[in-house]
């Protein structure tokens, strides 16, 4: 029997500075695909129930650019944008991150990747999110509002130590 | 509600390298003052002013011991950033749910178009 939902994102801590989101998908690939580039779709369900996606716009070739701004309910507002570096249809993405709400944004970017792959039907959704200086990393903690909230996941362990 | 621009949050706290690596330090334990000096490689009284503000959040605590400043680390204080960390993990599980919703219906629309090979 096909399971719908696959439950919770896994997210884990390959290196001090990357970030691995894992998620498995009832839907081949190139489905999945279709919904991370499509923006009539990323609209429907990149707001994370928080609000709304105001601006999706995504020109997928190698140098093009994306943005996308979410709106919560409150009123806050958060902007992203990045430069796809790297496209492999239905399989691979490599693109830049910038996450708008914070000071000398640009050179903060991350580096994510998205990876699919399919067996019988199921595809493994896989994005991992480099940092390259620890000042990004920083900056990113220092933002501390949802959507710059990419770090901070090496100082959980240690926290997760001390509360035991 | 906008947040304090001071260092008066754990958040701001830790966004300073320094301050994470005093962190780092204590994780693996109670350390005296000039044994943070060392470590760090910095002047006594920079240290002093990391540890102060460490202090004020609450994330680090201090005793003394003889002649001795002892300070160790406070995880409970820290824990509005691991609350954080999970929520990250949350949005992600969220926007996922989201997208299962748009995945089934793009199966149905292919099984229904028939195959669009």
């Known amino acids: 029997m096909a399971v719908t939902s696959s439950g919770t994102a896994t997210v884990t801590l390959p ?14 690939k190139h489905l999945v695909y279709k919904a991370w580039t499509t923006p009539e ?19 997928l070739r190698v140098g093009g650019m994306w943005r996308y701004v979410s709106l919560t309910a409150d009123g806050f507002e958060a902007g992203f944008h990045g430069e796809y570096r790297e496209i492999v249809a239905n399989e691979r993405i490599v693109s830049t991150e910038v996450y708008e709400g914070i000071p000398d944004a640009e050179e ?30 920083d900056a990113h903690i220092n933002s501390g509002m949802e959507g710059g909230m990419q770090d901070a996941l090496d100082l959980l362990e240690q926290v997760a130590i001390s509360l035991r | ?9 754990a958040f701001n706290a830790v966004a300073e390298p320094r301050r ?3 962190l780092d330090a204590l994780a693996g334990g109670e350390q005296p003052v000039n044994e943070l000096v060392h470590l760090l ?20 605590d201090v005793r003394n011991e003889g002649r001795q400043r002892l300070y160790r680390l ?12 999970k929520n990250y993990e949350r949005s992600w599980s969220e926007r996922f749910e989201q997208l299962d919703v748009v995945l089934e219906e793009l199966k149905q629309k292919e099984d229904g178009d028939g195959s669009d090979e």
């Open chain 1, 108 to 137: 903060h970017a991350a580096l994510n990747t998205l990876t699919l792959t399919e067996v019988d039907g199921r595809t493994t959704l896989t994005v991992l999110v480099e940092h390259p200086t620890k000042i990004g990393r």
């Open chain 2, 20 to 22: 994470r690596q005093i």
């Open chain 2, 1 to 9: 509600m906008a947040r304090a621009a001071t260092t008066a949050d």
């Open chain 1, 15 to 28: 290196t001090d500075t990357q970030i691995l989101i894992t998620r498995e998908f009832d839907a081949p």
């Open chain 1, 41 to 59: 779709l990323v609209k429907r369900w990149w707001h994370a129930n928080r609000g709304e996606v105001t601006i999706a716009e995504i020109d």
């Open chain 2, 41 to 60: 490689g910095l002047a006594q009284p920079q240290v002093s002013k990391h540890l102060r503000v460490l202090r004020e959040v609450g994330a680090v």
């Open chain 2, 74 to 85: 406070n995880g409970q204080a820290l824990k509005p950033i691991h609350d954080w960390v």
